[in-house]
């Protein structure tokens, strides 16, 4: 059978496939997934194309889903319409599947490319003295979006530009703003960033919004950190002195730039093609970013300036991206639950979940999502200082050189990241070492640690292991020999009860939105683990030591970084944004110290093994 | 019978009336006028007023038009509530009607009063811990307005501006816009400024678009005059000098700023409490205004950037206004047919004619616009520069000095504006002059004046005043004792013919827009006479000299600066802005260079007494 040549637009790729084969199959080989709810039986609609040369006639199911106005247009089912000669095919944006795997990283997503900027070649008919319409309504009429509005500054271009490409332009389009007008065919060109703000690193993913797929990512520490490590000492800078705020602003605007550079170089492309961006943050960092005062988050009620999403001009931000770029902050819930939280809802598609689900954010704060019945509940612990290693005396980031899993039988064994030599102990290692120390005997339930005198029954490695510290009992977890700087890693008393205090914050606030949501942990359907800290511990250890509720192991899942897709979801699909806005109006905050039972909760789960809910204890074991 | 008091909101007015009288007169005793198109009598719900204290039951006129839910919000009909006891009343702005004598001058207009922006005090709840919403959000909330937009500016501010305030604040919107926040209560510091940019000369008006009354009025020239007196040559310098647009941009901008500074002072207010701006002018001077390339402007097809109106920033136009004001542009019609003349169609209520109604705006061009049967056609004609005095041998503008009235008898008798010495004669004495001139026979129907020695059968003083000049037969209008510089002030033969040609080329367009209407001069129902020139000319010597078509005198009428009184009405009102964005875009633009039969007519219409139509020759004698 003869091959026939399929042209797909605006990617610009060919493909050869038989006389007769659907579009859908040519999109496929051509590597462009379509939209097909349906399984592409000509049912849903959604993989509309637009055909620029004849094709047979439309099938009934065509006739049916897309209407006589649509066919008429030239809009065809890829999945029905098979052509019998070479086609040039026009694919929109919203026909198109965002590609799993890119944006994904272990949440599942069925969500159609539909970016907030876009892109439209226009032929616009040159004036003659018979019709003297400005240069911007010519354009906008040609375009078919006469209403849309513009900047002064493009108005100022715009003459010049639709001369110089003897009116051959290209538009870009923000919902009814007309962003920038481009000389020639520039359609296949259209990138946005997404950021992770995060308090101590920031991370950027360039996608691709034509093809929908990612093409760089980059990531680079906060500058902040510099003027201080955590939240409460950078709003103390900004708040001290007299240009603090600004100063801030201008270090992460500086990484956020420095950021857009590495990704524009790694894919190739120009700075000026990124037409749009999106972030999350915690709701310190997105005020910093925006340089509003963040000092009012410092003191009671904890209030932000804004917790609505923010859409913005990318130049008010500082972004070097096109001009004309816009810039879009995920909305936040509270003082202390920010936009990364919302973006973690997003990811986790929690918004959707009729069943309990728990969804857990260990950054430097560590915050919590429970949605229950349609309900969505959140609050934030002062968690994270310990699982990133600030309060333990050789703790560390999940780096090279971290151990970042331990395991105790005789004696004790460990890996390290990277396997370096060890240089200190990271949030899961710590985690581990502890539940595993506690399985040992080597602590008890409440946490105290026995001293050498108190060896008796331990193996005698273990035994040899205990020591007498300058503020009580310490473990060596790693010898002399084996660490970068000649001293032996121990795990003091002292770190065993940060570590617990760490985990009994998290622990107490899913129990005050279990509790909030009339739920016990019995009925958890699955527990989510966001961020790095996630992606480490071990699920068996942060049920032993009681950090999450005892549910099944199958049922506690890592998401990566989810707050990263919530931002990328958001810059690739207007739909997400408004899912965002609208459940970010409803997720009910809980402020945990306004809860009068809150401090003994808090006390009670400070023991390793919880002693609520039941099964809890068993499972520890 | 015992008085009460009635408290006028926002106004802060107070009046003493009978118990039982009601609102309606208290506020006719206050200066405030209500919309009343029913006449009071309780069936059209306009002159609706909101009360804050009790009040006596609704009549069955209220509750017919106003319904349950605006009378429980408080809201009563002022010509039918009648309180008993002291009250306070609460005016919103569509209730109130613009004060016809300040914003007409000559044309009626019933307009409710209705800003862009409006104001509006709020007291928002504090933060509690139980309700950490973010400013922003509590104070949406509490004006009632949740999905309105800010800039980051306003964000910026608005933490400080709230708790300085203790969370008493006074917000400004436009439309779901959020402008400005303000501490305390400002809700009765709303002005606007609305400006006429002329070629020559800029007016500004301020209006408080609280009680609808203009408040101050200033002018000055156009300070661009020095970079060129026309807007060809203006053109030309910006297209020729590197920075010319940008020095021309700010000559016109410092010219509207000190402007805005006198109207401040002369009325007593603080700029920033201008919180919008409306712009007239032509093509040209809004594209230079705006910093758009006005080359475009000056060659074929003459098309300009944008004809539609444009809703700006203050500050990007670089107003010395309140920070966050808007500024409005109105729409334009065509390169020569800008946002003054759909001011004059504004003001004139053209759009909304249904006889045959012509429009002239004499300034440095002539612009024409011809209302018939709903259809609107205008055209430009370059006729302007011999009626502003520029191409006649003594001509001058209409300032102290300038003849500006003549009549002919045994001799020649005239007035001076401000009846100074002669310095030179304007457009309208020199219309008065010629028309004379022809009816005394020292012209002929042609324009061709007689020479000394062809004096046979006139007035022995007039035959005095011929003499030889250099190129051609002179007419003395004032003697050398009469002027200022000891030289006697003659109407040239070239004089003559230039006004032939201004007044032809207005004549032709009038006769190429009834023509495109289908009617002829006897159907004229009104021509109305626009600018500084319609003010001062005789209506008699108009017709007598053919430059309008001859109707009965009671049917030429002066409008005054309608381009500037369109502007106020769009300052003032929304639905003005709305009519002007609707008529504009339907306003048929008649290019007459492009009319094949133009050079014809135009050479027939320079006689002095118009061959066509049939009437008017008579009249014209």
Redesign the interface.
Known sequence: MADIEIRFLPDKLRVRVPVGSPILEAAQQAGITLETPCGGEGRCGKCRVKVRDAAPPPTAEETQALGAELLGAGFRLACQCRPRSDLTVYIPPASRQLQQSILSEGVAHELALDPAVVKQFVAVPA????????????LLAAAGRPRA?CS?AL??E???TL?AADWQVTAAFAGDRLLAVEPDDTTAALYGIAFDVGTTTVVGYLLDLIAGRQVAVASDMNAQVAHGEDVISRIQFATDNPHGLELLRRDIVGVLNGIIGHCCRRAGIDARHIYDAAMVGNTCMTHLL????P??LAV?????????A???LAA?VGLAVNAAARCYVLP?I??FVGADTVGVILAADLDRSRELRIAIDIGTNGEIVVAAGGRLVACSTAAGPAFEGATISRGMRATAGAIDAVSIGDDVTFTTIDGAGVRGICGSGLIDAVAEMRRAGVVDDTGRMRSPAQADGLPPALARRLREGAAGAEFVVASQEQTQNGEPLTITSRDVRQLQLAKGAIYSGIEALLDEVGADASQVEEILLAGAFGNYVKRESAVALGLVPAVPLERIRSIGNAAGVGAKLALASRAARERAQDFAARVE?I?L??RPDFHLRFAEAMTMAPLAPGKSKAAGR
Chains 1, 2 share one sequence.
């Open positions: 004036p003659v003295l018979e019709d003297q319409r400005g240069d911007r309504e010519r509005s002064l108005l100022r715009l003459g010049r001369r925006l340089g509003l005062p000092g009012q009671m009620p904890y209030v932000p300036v804004i917790t609505a923010r859409d913005l008010e936040s509270a003082g905050y402020e110290s306004a």
